[in-house]
């Protein structure tokens, strides 16, 4: 499974972006997939998460109600709609497939996008 990653970019605080993860390979839309993000200094964390069939989604605490995963199978697209953002929101977001599992623990993740960064302004 390969995976690019798109849509990062400079917005101010309050604003919205919305990031593109494009797979593919012949199973890609058999993984779960999902978003995380590493900003400056700090540990990599998880964000959001999908199922594979697009029926549950999943949200760190930090970004419920903000932001929104969805996905397209037939495009093998996932989509990261991020709303309201906080300066702390400012990272290098890794588009992801595996396990919800793994995703959610970011460890034993198989396939990684290159990453796109996010930066928040005030």
């Known amino acids: 499974v390969q995976l690019q990653a798109s849509g990062g970019g400079l917005v101010q605080a309050g604003g919205s972006l919305r990031l593109s993860c494009a797979a593919s390979g012949r199973t890609s839309s058999s993984y779960d997939m999902g978003w995380l993000r590493q900003a400056p200094g700090k540990e990599r964390e998880f964000v959001a998460a999908i199922r594979w069939r697009g029926d549950s989604t999943y949200y760190a605490d930090s970004v419920k109600g903000r932001f929104t995963i969805s996905r397209d199978n037939a495009k093998n697209t996932v989509l990261l709609q991020m709303n309201s953002l906080k300066l702390e929101d400012t990272a290098v977001y890794y588009c992801?497939?595996?396990?919800?599992?793994?995703?959610?623990?970011?460890?034993?993740?198989?396939?990684w996008g290159q990453g796109t960064l996010v930066t928040v302004s005030s």
């Open positions: 992801a497939a595996d396990t919800l599992g793994s995703l959610a623990r970011g460890i034993g993740v198989r396939y």
